[in-house]
């Protein structure tokens, strides 16, 4: 069963904060994403990765950075979050030959 | 402007009936078109998929129609259980690993 691991899972800051959320997977799979979740809009993609190293910008990148520090690790960081940022975020993983995305659990942010 | 279009936004059946979900997108070179199902709390997973070389996919239950010339299809859910109650997105790609673009989701109700 493919894994992917997000913390936290709830996150609540200040407008300013930093914050960073991060994506575990075990799936050996060398894509790696990051979509937020809002309600209206659905699911965007924010940045992924093809690799340790590799760094793509996706549909709604403005206010995010990411850094993908080995097959397994997949970083979102936020460095002066805004309130516009509150949303639910997934972390996906996917094999370049089958395309399935396998997303994690989720972590939603709030900030106030 | 959304690329993937997803008809209607909510959509309740009874037990037994068929649910039928719409989704059209406006890339023509789109070639992937997977469904995605998500229950409340968790992250979404691929529940079944279609190529653009293909008119019709069938999974058990799970049906997708393709319409290439028309840029729609549709996922049927036949004999509808209350179990299927989720919201299902429509998606669509180019090239896998550029990460798929989502539709805003069709939230399903089954009652008995």
């Known amino acids: 069963e493919a894994a992917v691991t997000q913390s936290p899972r709830n996150k609540v800051t200040v407008t300013g904060g930093n914050v960073t959320l991060s994506c575990r997977q075990t799936?050996?799979?060398?894509?790696m994403y990051w979509y937020r979740q809002d309600t209206g809009h659905g699911l965007r993609l924010i940045h992924y990765?093809?690799?340790?190293?590799?760094?793509q910008i996706g549909d709604v990148p403005d206010g995010y950075k990411a850094t993908r520090t080995t097959q397994e690790d997949f970083f979102l960081l936020l460095e002066l979050a805004s309130p516009s940022q509150t949303s639910l975020y997934f972390c996906?993983?996917?094999?370049?030959?089958?395309?399935?995305?396998?997303f994690g659990e989720g972590s939603k942010l709030t900030v106030l | 402007q959304q690329q993937v279009r997803q008809s209607p936004q909510s959509l309740t059946v009874w037990e037994g009936e068929t649910a039928i979900l719409n989704c059209s997108y406006e890339?023509?070179?789109?070639?992937?078109f997977p469904w995605y199902q998500q229950f409340p709390g968790e992250g979404p997973a691929l529940l079944i998929s279609?190529?653009?070389?293909?008119d019709k996919k069938e999974d058990g239950r799970f049906t997708i129609f393709f319409n290439k010339r028309e840029k729609k299809l549709s996922l049927h859910i036949t004999d509808s259980q209350p179990g299927d109650s989720a919201t299902y997105f429509c998606?669509?790609?180019?090239?896998?690993?550029?990460?798929?673009?989502f539709g805003l989701g069709t939230r399903v109700s089954v009652f008995p």
């Open positions: 996906a993983s996917s094999e370049r030959t089958t395309g399935q995305l396998y």
């Open positions: 799936n050996s799979h060398n894509y």
């Open positions: 990765s093809y690799g340790a190293g590799n760094l």
């Open positions: 890339d023509s070179t789109f070639n992937y």
């Open positions: 279609i190529s653009s070389v293909s």
């Open positions: 998606a669509a790609s180019l090239n896998y690993a550029q990460g798929l673009t």
